[in-house]
């Protein structure tokens, strides 16, 4: 888990949709993806806790990207109590302020449509 906090400190998100952009880089998605998806067997030691409290004041960046706002959506359906309220309370004004510009977007439609995030 060490090695898994350690990186996750290294991340560096960017709102410009290039390469530089993490989620943008080659198999970095799907990674995330199939590890997130091992969070909702797992009782602790979820890889969604370390990512959010590590990754707190970046969330809403996600918010500007499909991908981003999938991750979102995923790290939510891991189903932790405390993953789902340190999203909420980082990302909900941001995201009400922002709200017809994520819906643009397929994954920040699918997040807007989840009861978690109705304003």
């Given amino acids: ?18 390469e530089s952009h993490m989620l943008h880089g080659k198999g970095v998605a799907m990674t995330l993806k199939k ?3 091992l969070d909702k067997v797992r009782e ?5 806790k370390v990512f959010v409290e590590e990754c707190t004041k ?3 960046k996600l918010l500007t990207d499909n991908r981003g706002c999938f991750l979102l959506l995923q790290l939510v359906e891991a189903e ?3 993953v789902i309220e340190l999203i909420k ?24 449509e989840t009861a978690l995030f109705s304003l």
């Fill in 89 to 112: 309370a980082e990302i909900g004004e941001e995201l009400s302020r922002t709200q017809m510009d994520v819906k643009k977007t397929k994954g920040g439609e699918l997040l807007i």
């Fill in 35 to 37: 590890v997130l998806r």
């Fill in 44 to 48: 602790e030691f979820k890889f969604s």
């Fill in 58 to 60: 970046l969330l809403p």
């Fill in 1 to 18: 888990m060490l090695i898994v906090t350690n990186l996750l400190k290294r991340i560096k998100f960017n709102t410009v949709y290039d």
């Fill in 80 to 82: 932790d109590k405390n």
